[in-house]
């Protein structure tokens, strides 16, 4: 199977917080070792040799990324790679992608990877646009071209039962029929952030450290997580640890959305919080996570997914998370909360009580396993299949 891969990269600058890099970087070498011939047309190459590259540009903004693909450079990457499956990562793109399959006479499978989803749904079931994609009123225009994508999809690819239902729901909504498309594939855990904390040594601490590793933009409810961290500063049985994932970022970035370095700069103010930054090292990272006691989840209501969580997971961090979304399917019921003060409640609890933090830390490795490269590349060429 020939597999051309299009990818577009939010973070070129820091490729270790681009998720969807990442998600690229792990598991095109895993569906080689599987039989399969990769190539990434991508502004930057995944890390193994045996992976075909085509260069493409970094769109200057987000919407960039949905609005401006460039038919003739499909054309002709199709017509030199000659796939047997083409894969959208950006699933607005894929009208433009069965466009240029067209016109290059290939029957190539199209499938389209729901790696962002520009809505969420209330507690009433409404259909809600996404507000980190509404600027200047294209919220509705982004949520038309995904529906669009997904018409235009042979196989349309979640990472999570959460996902699906989102999914099939926005798409009934927006008559959009998706038959036998929707496969679930998770993202696989990235192996180097693999810790069995039954090898770890226990150790409570009058004041232990809790990470927040996600991105700090407003629509991750970055808001709600400064007002638990201010909480939890006052209680003093806990240190934050908060991951600067971004560092600087291009203007036409902050242009648009400069909630992550407002966010930064409000939690580098409170007492007890330290605000860090791997520097693009995945070695970093990992240390940076190994010297903590658990993980916090976003407060994000449209979270399919996320692997930020995973890796706290996989290093067997416990993270506690608000019920929301895939969290309220993933997260133990035990770590799950409903109000900040459960929150404290929670991480006091894995902070002092050991057999708790012990039972927690291996729920949350386990619950990584079938999460490794191998295991989600065969479910992603059983999907494409």
């Known amino acids: ?34 039989g399969a011939s990769v190539t990434v047309a991508a502004p930057a190459p995944v890390g193994d040799g045996r992976c075909g590259f085509y260069l493409t540009g970094v769109p200057r903004t987000k919407y960039r990324a949905r609005f ?17 499956v083409v894969v959208a990562n950006q699933i607005e793109e894929a009208p433009a992608i069965r466009t240029a399959l067209l016109e290059s006479g290939s029957d190539a ?41 997904l018409a ?20 009934a909504r927006m008559t959009v029929d998706l038959g036998d498309k929707l496969r679930v594939v998770p993202a696989p855990r990235d192996e180097r952030l693999v810790r ?14 809790g990470v927040y590793n ?11 997580f400064v007002d638990l961290a201010r909480r939890l500063a006052v209680s003093g049985s806990v240190r934050l640890r908060v991951m600067d994932l971004f560092g600087s970022r291009r203007a ?30 995945r070695m970093r990272y990992k240390n940076l996570l190994a010297g903590a006691r658990f993980g ?36 133990d019921t035990d770590l799950c909360f409903t109000t900040h003060a459960e929150a404290l409640d929670l991480a006091e609890r894995l902070v002092l009580d050991d057999e708790f933090h012990a039972v927690h830390a291996k729920r949350a490795h386990a619950s990584t396993a079938d999460l490794t490269s191998s295991r989600v590349a065969a479910r992603y060429l059983e999907a494409l299949s």
């Open 109 to 149: 499978l199209l499938a389209g990877y729901c790696h962002y989803l520009p809505f969420s749904f209330s507690d009433g079931g409404g259909l809600l646009l996404d507000p980190a994609l509404d600027d200047a009123g294209l919220g509705r225009p982004v949520l038309l071209a995904f529906a669009a994508g």
């Open 296 to 331: 916090i989840a976003p407060f994000r209501p449209g979270c399919p997914w996320s692997m930020s969580v995973i890796d706290c997971q996989s290093m067997g961090l416990p993270v506690i998370a608000p019920r929301l979304g895939w969290f309220d399917e993933h997260i």
């Open 68 to 84: 401006s693909s460039d038919l003739d450079d499909l054309v002709e990457l199709v017509g030199e790679e000659r796939p047997d």
């Open 196 to 209: 069995d904390p039954a090898l770890v040594k226990p150790a409570s601490s009058p004041c232990a450290i």
């Open 1 to 34: 199977m020939r597999v051309l891969y299009l990818l577009n990269i939010s973070n070129p600058d820091r490729l270790s917080a681009d998720s969807g890099w990442i998600f690229a970087d792990l598991l095109a070498p895993a569906l080689v070792d599987a």
């Open 252 to 281: 036409e970035r902050t242009g648009l959305d400069d909630s992550p370095e407002r966010m930064r700069d409000q939690l580098a103010a409170l007492p007890h919080v330290q605000v860090v930054s791997d520097r693009g090292d």
């Open 214 to 224: 996600h991105r700090l933009y407003a629509h991750y409810g970055t808001e709600q």
């Open 152 to 171: 235009a999809c042979d196989r349309v690819l979640v990472h999570s039962g959460t996902a699906a239902s989102w999914v099939s729901a926005a798409a």
